[in-house]
T-cell receptor, first 116, second 114 residues
Framework: AQKVTQAQTEISVVEKEDVTLDCVYE???????LFWYKQPPSGELVFLIR??????QNEISGRYSWNFQKSTSSFNFTITASQVVDSAVYFC?????????????FGPGTSLSVIP | GAGVSQTPSNKVTEKGKYVELRCDPI?????LYWYRQSLGQGPEFLIY????????DSGLPNDRFFAVRPEGSVSTLKIQRTERGDSAVYLC????????????FGPGTRLTVT
């Protein structure tokens, strides 16, 4: 069973629009970590955020915000006032206590294109 | 400071050959990871090192794949008897302590098996 689902394969928005990338995860653990990474066209993955399962506070960092809801097993990522430089593939990832967090499971990614 | 480096950046090999892929992590990072990324997919976990030892190698697809990190720094991923299905980008990442921390990724090695 897929542990991290990113149902949106590709999204296209016009610059300055807001966009939300969905992430739904599956785990039997009560303790786990969730991550978002960005992979720009240059190829190197860049860490964006880490959240543990006990911290359900939403987080905002500049134009980026994250909405963690345990009740729906979702960890969605919103970009406000999108810019062309936001064009990239975004991955949501999960690591679980039962594997000692050793194995980080990535979702399939959402490719975001921001059109000028 | 220097980031994670991987060599070679591209490797083309014939089916059945042996290849070695190298990863040089960020200095001082004790944790090192190998992933494989196929086109249009997310990174697939292969192996995680904490220091010199493999803490979790459950992602290695079969016994043709092996990785070492003898001095707790540089790591080598070794693939024997390569198959066309091994073609992918092999990513290395390191983190200061363990998988719950931010991972810093290298640029990857694109392996093509012909």
């Amino acid at each position: 069973a897929q542990k991290v689902t990113q149902a949106q394969t590709e999204i296209s928005v016009v610059e300055k629009e807001d966009v939300t990338l969905d992430c739904v995860y599956e785990t039997r653990d009560t303790t786990y970590y969730l991550f978002w990474y960005k992979q720009p066209p240059s190829g190197e993955l860049v860490f964006l955020i880490r959240r543990n399962s006990f911290d359900e506070q939403n987080e905002i960092s500049g134009r980026y915000s994250w909405n963690f809801q345990k009740s729906t097993s979702s960890f969605n990522f919103t970009i406000t006032a999108s810019q062309v430089v936001d064009s990239a593939v975004y991955f949501c990832a999960l690591s679980e206590a039962r594997t000692s967090y050793d194995k980080v499971i990535f979702g399939p990614g959402t490719s975001l294109s921001v059109i000028p | 400071g220097a980031g994670v480096s991987q060599t070679p950046s591209n490797k083309v090999t014939e089916k059945g050959k042996y290849v070695e892929l190298r990863c040089d992590p960020i200095s001082g990072h004790t944790a090192l990871y190998w992933y494989r990324q196929s086109l249009g997919q997310g990174p697939e976990f292969l192996i995680y090192f904490q220091g010199t030892g493999a803490a979790d190698d459950s992602g290695l697809p079969n016994d043709r794949f092996f990785a070492v990190r003898p001095e707790g720094s540089v790591s080598t991923l070794k693939i024997q008897r390569t198959e066309r299905g091994d073609s992918a980008v092999y990513l290395c990442a390191s983190s200061v302590s363990g998988p719950t921390y931010e991972q810093y990724f290298g640029p990857g090695t694109r392996l093509t098996v012909t």
